[in-house]
């Protein structure tokens, strides 16, 4: 069966950096888009990212030139880099795959705090 689980997450001060990685497995990874979501407390889940099974990237336009999405179709593992971090990107960090139906993982809490 599908399965998504996402790593990386945590505490950073204003201005770090993280990681985030997203293990895929129980589909062709190859062939399928994936992205990345969050969703802070109180809010609605809002795309971040996506990345075409070639490569090919977009981004939504509050995280544009900050998070850079890539993919590993070896290690069937999507990234997201997210840089200059602000308080306001707190929130529960998701990967997606849409097959037959839309696939999420767990997802990883990341906390942008002093």
């Known amino acids: 069966q599908v399965r998504l689980v996402e790593s990386g997450g945590g505490l950073v001060q204003p201005g770090g950096s993280l990681r985030l990685s997203c293990a895929a497995s129980?589909?062709?990874?190859?062939?399928?888009?994936m992205r990345w979501y969050r969703q802070a407390l109180g809010k609605e889940r809002e795309f971040l990212a996506r990345v075409s099974g070639s490569g090919v990237t977009n981004y939504e336009d509050s995280v544009k030139g900050r998070f850079t999405i890539s993919r590993d179709n070896a290690e069937n593992t999507v990234y997201l880099q997210m840089n200059s971090l602000k308080p306001g990107d707190t929130a529960v960090y998701y990967c997606s795959v849409i097959i037959d139906l839309q696939y999420w993982g767990n997802g990883t809490l990341v906390t942008v705090s002093t």
């Open positions: 129980g589909f062709n990874f190859n062939a399928f888009a």
